[in-house]
């Protein structure tokens, strides 16, 4: 008898803490929202998600680098140079084409540290968070707006104009090659010439000595015959 009335008074005292508590919040202010009908705000610089701008992303891959976690994969192709890419909103002109920019939020950390290196800010954090799902694939954002039919065109156009500036570099270092023959030949050909007129030069002196020669053998011939003839003049007169 003590017992059941034990167990009576518990079970009411249960019952009535219970409902207590109960109507105490029932006229409390809630903390809580009904998601996804009505949405907490959020706080100022939440990371939740990375977001890419294409239209100023110049393929520098300085988030790439940045990343700690290797969650962003890029790839970007060169433009040609009749190729017009554009500037983005902040002045810089885009010179490569980006073929591949993909992130794997399944990898990301939420460091922020690839958007602090972006030199044209199109890499930001946003608030968006309703992106979960069963797949782990699915949490892999590609934000490469290029088609494989315009990947491959690109590629194909480098190819080309890379093989047309090699053949023109062969063609200028073949010319040079050619100018420098031409040159040293025409250099041969004036030594030749030098030596020709030099030697031709040396030829006049040798005639000029033997003819200094002769004319002092006549000299000599010369005063011999007037010492004799004044002999002679001398001895007649003695005679």
Known sequence: MVKLLNDTYTTFKTIFTGMGITWGHLFRRSVTVQYPEVRDV???????????????????RLCERACPVECITIGTIKSTDDDDLGETSTGHKKKLWVNEFDIDMAKCCYCELCVHPCPTDCITMVEDYEYSSYDRNDLIFSFSDMTPEQIEAAQVKLEQEEEEKKRKKEEARKAKEMKKAAEAAEAGEANEGSAEAKEGTGGGGDTDAEAAKEARRAEREARRAARKAEREAKKKSED
């Open 42 to 60: 959020l706080p100022q610089r939440v990371r939740l998600k990375l977001d890419v701008n294409m239209d100023d992303c110049i393929g520098c």
